[in-house]
């Protein structure tokens, strides 16, 4: 039986490592083509919105076509993946045509925008200015006001001391994540507090982590 997680959320799309087996290839392939399609939705309505705006029996049968691409991908059964991630193409013209006639309020207010769903799986919006946030705040009355922010406000919380000890220290490595964030830093440097903090992503099996005394050295200018 899927998951609660599983029935709602798509699977993740990453490009394949150069290792990888041609089903796994295959797989991130057609996914980036539903995610297209998801990604297009998400402008027009709202992240992960438009489930919320059709009747409850359209959208379990959303859900229920997403399990299937999942247990698609757990068989590694190419004919039945292929045909659900096209099913979920459908899926989502259904859902978009059924909002339409409904006519329900596009998410789409004529302000720039960035949507994206937090790990505890509700939705941040980023915008250009506080006017424009409190206009969001007007018209997305589903998300919460503490999860939209301006870039304004964004370039506040950027200035802290705390805050540009990170990008200092992000700086020395341009391909690292922030994975946590400790505010109070410790040390003369700063970088006591970043052991294990930045990771790396490419694609490698390995779990790279800072340096913070091969970072101290790079900063008095030896190697």
């Given amino acids: 039986m899927a998951t609660k997680k ?11 490592s150069p290792k990888s087996d041609p089903w796994t290839i295959h797989v991130q392939s057609k996914l980036v083509e539903l995610e297209s399609v998801k990604a297009a939705t998400d402008r027009k309505w709202g992240e992960n919105r438009l489930t919320t705006l059709v009747s409850s029996d359209v959208r379990e049968r959303f859900w229920t076509q997403n399990s299937r691409l999942h247990q698609a991908m757990v068989a590694k059964d190419r004919a039945k993946f292929d045909s659900s991630v096209a099913g979920m193409i459908r899926a989502y013209a259904v859902l978009d045509q059924l909002a339409t006639e409904d006519e329900c309020e596009t998410a789409d207010v004529g302000i720039p925008r960035i949507e994206w769903e937090m790990q505890n799986g509700q939705t941040m919006i980023i915008v250009r200015t ?8 007007k018209s997305r009355q589903e998300v919460s006001n503490h999860h939209i922010w301006s870039m304004q406000e964004m370039e506040v919380l950027m200035a802290d001391e705390g805050v540009q000890h990170l990008i200092k220290v992000k700086a020395l490595v341009p391909t690292a994540q922030v994975t946590k964030y400790k505010h109070k830093l410790g040390g003369e440097t700063g970088f006591d507090d970043f052991v294990d903090d930045l990771t790396f992503s490419d694609n490698d099996v390995l779990d790279y982590k800072f340096d913070s005394k091969q970072a101290e050295r790079f900063k008095n200018g030896s190697n």
Wanted: proline share 11%; aromatic share 0%.
């Fill in 6 to 16: 599983t029935v709602r959320h798509h699977p993740v799309v990453e490009q394949p």
């Fill in 130 to 137: 506080v006017n424009d946030a409190v206009a969001i705040q």
